[in-house]
Every structure is written in C-alpha cells, then in structure tokens.
C-alpha cells in the first residue's frame, strides 16, 4: 500500500539540474527501508518523495531523521559543498505529514466506491435486462478484476517501476470495471436478442451462438485497446506505468472474465430455471 492508504510522510524537493526518479528511488530505497516512491512534479527539476517510514512512531525527531536521510541519499546529486541545513531550506520547497487515521478514512472510501461501483453495475444490468442471472453473471465477472491486486502482490519489486495500491490504482481498477461491464452488456445484449427469436432452441446452443457471433467484436475491441494501451504504456512517463500497466491487466482479465464466467454463470442459473420449470410442469 502507498501512503495514500497507510499514512506518510511527502516532500516536495527540487534540484539544480534535471533528474530521474528511477534513480531518486533507487538512492532512497536502501536508506529508508524501500517504502520510498517519487514521481516528477511540474518540471523534471522537481520531484515528490513518498514515504511511509517511521510513520507510526510520533516523535517530533523523527522528521529530522528523515530529512537527515533523504539529504544523505540524494547527496550525489546536490552540490559537493551543500550542507544538511541548505537541503532542508533551499531544495526542499515543501513538506506534508499524512497520519494514520487519515489515511485510513482514504483506504475506506477508495474500498467503499469499489464496492458501489460493482453494485451499481449489478443493479444496472438487473434493471436493463430483467434477469437476475445475467445481474449475478455480470457482477462475479466485474468481481473477477480485483484479482489485479494480486498481480501487483506478486510483481512487488520484481517490475522497475511502482507497483503501490494508491489512489492511481483504485482509479484505474473503476476503469476496469467500466470497461469490463460494457463488454459484457454487448454480450447479454446478444444473448436476449437470440433467445427472443428462439425461446424454444436449447438455452446452450443459444448462448453458444450468441457468444460466437460477438466473439470477433469483442477480441477487435480488446486487441484495438490493448496495443493503444501499450504504447502508452512504452512512450509514456514513468508516472503513469502503473496505472497503464492494472489496465493492461484489466483488457486481459475483463475480456477473459466476460467470456468465461459472466456468461457461463448465467447460463447455469438460466439452465437451472428452465429444468425446474420444466419439472414443475411434469409434477401437474
């Protein structure tokens, strides 16, 4: 989690030249046990370091500690006449402590609009096509794409740039959903457009088709966005990798969820309908 979520400390810094914050980070990562991140902020003179360290220890001399730090990881990019009192009044131009609880009321509502999102994409779905199933098979299927945080879980340190659940993340965790949901609604939209011209075929063969004939569109879109997607992610800054990155993942997982468990789960639910519909009136 970044600091976003577990409380930190930000400090706006900029230098006399030009820097990467590939290596800020990396001249920072060992001196501040790794919970360091630092993008650019206006021009590439100027950076923000995010860190989390110490965080929870309230003690006044910790700041001092960590401004120490900081000017002793960055030193070969400071003068080699600049003292630890010039860094703290010249470069840094800012500084920002977020707590603990505040960080914690952040992690609670990027939670709370995740979990209204997917709701809201269930009730929409139930409202549209007057089916629960297709409610439940949508919802588990926008479900299926949190499984990106265990990508970034899994990538933790292993990928040269960040990998934090920040505000970033949520954000394009939503527009996952997004996207996930209205490659899904064309899908059920073809799905009740067949079953409406034969509701008497077998409920298999009629999904199956519908599948099949969305199954072009849907790899097009997916593929048209995927390579869109990677160029940014390539050209792009390494400020926004990580965001373009979880939507990289979430073409790949919603594609794959809106094939292979929206639609199964509600054909299941569907089938189990008509079987005991079909039972009930073999009982009369």
Known sequence: QSIDFTGGRNY????????????????????????????????????RISTNYKIDDADPAVDQEIESLLFEGVKPLLPADATLEQFTTTYIQSSQKVGPSMADDIKNSAIMAVIFAMFCMAAYILLRFRDWSFSVGAFA????????????????????????????????????????????????DRIRETIGLYPKRDRYQVINDALNSTLSRTFNTSLTTLVVVLCIFILGGSTIRSFTFAILLGIVVGTYSTLFIATPIAYEIQKRKINKKAAAELAK
């Open 12 to 47: 706006i810094v900029r230098f006399d030249q030009d820097v990467k914050t590939d290596e800020v980070r990396n001249m920072l990562d060992e001196k501040l046990d790794g919970a360091v991140s630092v993008i650019t902020i206006g021009t590439p003179d100027q950076v």
């Open 141 to 188: 299927s926008v479900a299926v794409t949190l499984c990106i945080i265990s990508f970034y879980t899994l990538l933790w340190k292993l990928l040269p740039f960040s990998m934090e659940v920040d505000q970033t993340f949520i954000a394009a965790i939503l527009t996952i959903i997004g996207y996930s949901i209205n490659d899904t609604v064309v899908v059920f």
